[in-house]
């Protein structure tokens, strides 16, 4: 079966395990295959490194045309959010800083593709032609299938979020920018003391903000916001334990 090789470091391993990857011990690296969804792996799939090959020998033709991913590529949505906001402890300094993120409510929704083997046929799903193809079909609007998953969420590992998102989180939570984490522009909580880069994602492969008990979750604040969601993740946690013991704040 054809395999769609990631491009990413050995501090990135567990997540990309976590997600789904496999290992090639031959060619000593991670790989998806063509029925997976590819979305949770937007940021390791770069065009000019990534290639789907029979083995790990084999090279893409000379005259393959390589398309890249679109860094603005939206995969979840929802009419509304919550704010989220706490406190983690700095790697670094050890101080306490402040923590923001995001809680979709069960309205919104994330994006499936549909993939097929030739744009032209489009008859035979969960499957694909070649890389330049797979790269084509996430741009073709048949590509898209919005779904529904009545829970709430918490999008992490975040390289995209719309204008209006930033313009608020200039206001409320200036703390919480893009940064850069192994060559890779992601969203993420800069500690305020030493400008260190907060972790969004705990050892255990969980993200940083979600509580770990009913008590944490009491030191955890939702603010509604009342505008459209729409970003690109990497990540999506779903079923978040304690959600309903968080304080939610006044709009």
Request: with cysteine.
């Amino acid at each position: 079966m054809r395999r769609l090789y990631l491009n990413t470091t050995y501090e990135e391993k567990d997540q990309v395990r976590s997600l789904g990857a496999r290992w090639d011990s031959g060619a000593k690296r991670w790989y998806i295959l063509p029925d997976q969804d590819p979305a949770p792996f937007a940021r390791w799939l770069d065009a000019k490194r990534a290639q789907t090959t029979e083995s790990p020998k084999a090279e893409a033709p000379p005259d393959t045309e390589v398309i890249p991913v679109p860094k603005a590529w939206v995969n979840v949505r929802a009419p509304s959010f919550y704010l989220l906001s706490t406190t983690q402890s700095c790697g670094r300094c050890e101080l306490k800083a402040p923590a923001f993120g995001f809680v979709l409510p069960r309205s919104y929704e994330s994006m499936a593709l549909q993939l097929n083997s030739r744009l032209s046929d489009g008859q035979q799903p969960n499957s694909i032609y070649s890389y330049p193809d797979l790269l084509r079909w996430l741009e073709h609007p048949k590509s898209r299938q919005w779904i529904s998953h009545g829970i709430e969420a918490l999008p992490y590992d975040i390289y995209h979020l719309s204008k209006d998102i930033v313009d608020l989180l200039r206001q409320t939570a200036p703390n919480y920018r893009k940064v850069t984490k192994f060559g890779q522009r992601r969203w993420a909580n800069v500690c305020p003391h030493c400008r260190a880069s907060l972790p969004d994602v705990r050892p255990d492969g969980q993200p940083a903000l979600i509580p770990r008990s009913s008590t944490g979750a009491a030191y955890t604040d939702l603010t509604p916001i009342g505008i459209p969601f729409e970003a690109g993740a990497a990540g999506l946690a779903t079923g978040i334990e304690f959600v309903q013991r968080m304080n939610i704040q006044s709009s």
